[in-house]
């Protein structure tokens, strides 16, 4: 008999939680209401420089730094015309894979030029192995306003060591104009291609209703050819 | 060798110890021990940088600075002698020495870039390193560092990034004392000090990889490997060079499944701690073009992929067409184990002992030196040896182009002192000049002569000539012949005349990493593994048994070599009067039947054919019909333009009914293959390699993921098929077998006896082609790399003052030399060489000898001033 009060007092913990305000958040339906908190390490992202170049220069020193051995990295050497960084080295290969990242924060603490820096982004879930290995093109900083695409050549008369200490604060016309003659020509590259395209597909078209036409005319001369047999033999009869 | 007397069998004279102490330990070590050395030997490191055991003592660091009881200052532990009952403190035990060091180390950081994260040596670098062992952790300098334009080429190869120099002269000793290539220098002072060359003079060395080696910070980097990886990417594997017959130990790192750098491993047996930029830099053939699927002829003509299974029972059936009648050739390149699966290929699956693995001009006198000399003798004369030979007689070979570690060693042999070198050869190269000996001239062809003359030491000898001739009586004394002295007949039987008469020891170096080891497999006419001599039946006996066939299955004749099959293919054959009856098919049966038959009678050459037929009753009966000797290729890796004649070569491939090639890319003989198999790589198998002194350099497979066959694994496919198995499918199963086998215990053949024909004089216009290879040029290994090649030695010819007016040319102008076949057009380097004579680099740009003369060296060639052909 001594279990009863026991277990009404049990009870009652459950009775009285049931009047308690819920700490449900309900996700995705209301996750903007609920932003992680700014200090959050979430998915990473490849800083830029002001003018647009790459600050990543390859090192791999996140790589080495890594605990879970999540990052992979290959540096090239920039070459004339094809510059993806101030200095000589750039980060060619960048991944990292999602599948083993813990989000600790280790590799932005070496990353010697702040590139590698992480965001609040926390949705990290795919489908599938493959979507959760990020390339350097899902990790790049976007493009904000006063930076042009990489490659492009670096501000005319500066240094690596300008960039670093921070007197370069944006793109100049001609870094501009630079990329946007690249843009042309890889365009008009395009358009060249697909008038070729167009000029191969007419051909090709051309040819086909060709042949189609020859089939048919070929059809009817051998039905009316049937046709006069037929005639002749019912002719016969 | 059987010539050979090591002198490892003679008593060392006994080392005076010192006793010392270091941090309270007491050792005992020769005398005139640096004392980093002997603190190594007790397993205390002092921190260094300039210091190197096989560099002379510079004390340029600063950084080993130990406390020695009784001297007032710390003194440079790289640079002072262990002294009897000597007291040494380091940083273990020393306050004053670690105190001295991190003041060194502070110093040294001060003009330190911060370079690390773009620096090819971050991770292995002994500056960082030693900075977390010996340096602060905060720096007290605020100034400006020094600054300096960054990287600059002290070669094409070789980059400076001269703010990381820590002024060691690592690199300009290297540089200096190794390799004799002073082309780098410590300039300047102070904080200007920097490693520079002269402003038109590159560091075109053959070794200037090494310097990037041991730099012992990332000031020298190299173009190739620069930003590739980092250390800790990288995966090593111990392997085995595979560009000559040095056979230095090197170590390849591959990231991912792909080589990315090769360094040279330590081995002072071999290579000591160095390799040559070849060995180093030249590996993208590994990758580049290559071929991924077996190919087959259609109906059309075509080379179209076929599948494996389709591919070998094609060649199978495509053999079995020809059998008995099968040349094959594999080129020098193949491990021992791949060499060994063509010898047993041959004799077993083709009933043919037509093999032959010298992709070179090559002589029978030669064959039958090496079968007499060389096949299973093991390690005979070594490194060590040589280094203290009281004479190095060269002979057809230049160490520094062919064999770049003999010319290391014996460069260090004639700077201690211990050895002298002396070369018949047509000038001082520049490789000879650096080991300081006596070149006695000789025109090509005419070294027989000049070794006749040292034998028999007639009065005519010159002094020079005179003392060499002394020398080479003495104990330990060495006659190193080359394989190029096999173009020129009679030399090889005079190198063994003069070992016989002084007593010498003759050894041969061949140039290519796989020869040896394929001679000692048995890929050679009339030599069965193991150095075994094919007429010998005890030896057969042994064969058969370790192969599992019945001794009458193996040919008992030796067969024909590289020469005689190109020839057999060229020459059609003995036609019979009476026309032959019996159908295809009636042939067919008869060859299967009468397999040993033929294949006896069938090994004579065709020219014996008719004699033969006059002499054996039964002749008529065993051939039925004009039967070609050779009708079948199979070809392991030859590259056309590495026979003597390419064009001779060409025919006999478009002569022969059965091609079948094995190959790693489309190089040429697939141009006339019915079936091409492609084979591994190095990179992508197990094997060894033979070198010179006949020590066996087993390496490993780097590439783990790979899953391409091997030569062995392709015939073994091919062979059963052939319902005559061979078993290659493993190398390390024919590495066992290889090892039961054994070397050949019973009687040696004899040495050759040729005497050299007299050798030709040329006409006015006309001189004798002298010709080597550089080590750096167009040969397939080295292609596409483009740093490498551009640290080539420049093409010219050479000919003799005298020889230059006869045609009215001066230096620097162009000079034409042609055969027949064609011409080579480059600019003239008069040259201190016979009169009559003209030098061209074998394989160079602008200068192919096999592909645009089609001859050998000492023939009789045109020569012509200018431009015209
Ligand atoms: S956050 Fe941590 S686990 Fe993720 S990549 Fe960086 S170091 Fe690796
Ligand atoms: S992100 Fe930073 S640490 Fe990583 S490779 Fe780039 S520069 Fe180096
Ligand atoms: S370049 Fe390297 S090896 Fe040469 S002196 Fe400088 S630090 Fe030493
Ligand atoms: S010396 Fe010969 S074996 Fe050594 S690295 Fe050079 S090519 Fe290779
Ligand atoms: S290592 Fe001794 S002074 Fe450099």
Redesign the pocket.
Known sequence: MAELPQAVRGFSTTFFTMFRKVNTEQYPEDKDKYPPKPAFHGR?Q?NRHPDGL????????????CPADA?Y?E?ADNEEGERHSPGERY?AV?QINYLRCILCGL??E???????TMTNEYELADNSREKLIYEKDDLLAPLMPGMVPPPHSMVAGTTAKDYYDGKVTGSTPAQADEVAAREVEKVSAQAATADERLADAAANEEAAIKVAQERVANDREEVLADLAADEKKGGAQ | MTVTTTASGQASPPVELVTCTIDGIDVSVPKGTLIIRAAEQLGIEVPRFCDHPLLSPVAACRMCLVEIEGQPKPQPACAVAVGDKMIIKTQMTSEVADTAQRGVMEFLLINHPLDC?VCDKGGECPLQNQAMTAGHAESRFEGVKRTFPKPINVSAQILLDRERCVSCARCTRFADEIAGDPFIELLERGAKQQVGTAEDQPFDSYFSGNTVQICPVGALTSADYRFKARPFDLVSTPTTCEHCASGCGLRTDDRRNKVQRRLALEDYEVNEDWNCDKGRFAFRYLTDDRLTHPLIRDEEGDLVPASWPEAINFAAAKLAEVHGKVGVLTGGRLTREDAYAYAKFARVALGSDDIDFRARAASTEEAEFLAAHVAGTGLGLSYADIEKAPIVLLVGIEPEEESPIVFLRLRKAVLAGTAKVAAISSWASPGFAKTGGTVLAAAPGAEAEVLAALGAKAGSLSEAAASVADALREPGAVILVGERLAANLGGISAAVKLAGETGASLSWIPRRAGERGALDAGALAGVLPGGRPITDSGARAEVAAAWGIDEADLPAEPGLQAAGIIEALLTPPVVDEEPAPGTEEDDALIIAETAVESAAAADDEPGDAADAAAEDPNFEAIIEEPEPRISGLVIGGVEINDMPDPEAFRLALKEADVVISLETRLAGVDAYADVVFPVSVDTERSGSYVNWEGRIRPFGKVLRDATTLTDGRVLAMIADELDRPIATEDSNAIRREIDGLGFYSGTRPVPPAVTAPVAATPGSGQALLASWRHLLDLGILQAGEQYLAATQRPSVVRLSAATAAGIGVSDAEDVTVSSESGSITLPLVITDMPDGVVWVPGNSPGSAVNASLSVVPGTVVSIARGGQA
């Not at chain 1, 790459?54 to 996140?62: I, N, Q, T």
């Not at chain 1, 070496?110 to 590698?116: I, N």
Request: charged residues 15%; proline residues 7%.
């Open positions: 990473h490849l790459e600050k990543c220069v390859g090192c791999e020193l996140c790589a080495w730094a990052i990295v540096g980060g960048y590799c932005i070496a990353c010697p030029t702040r590139a590698l | 994260p």
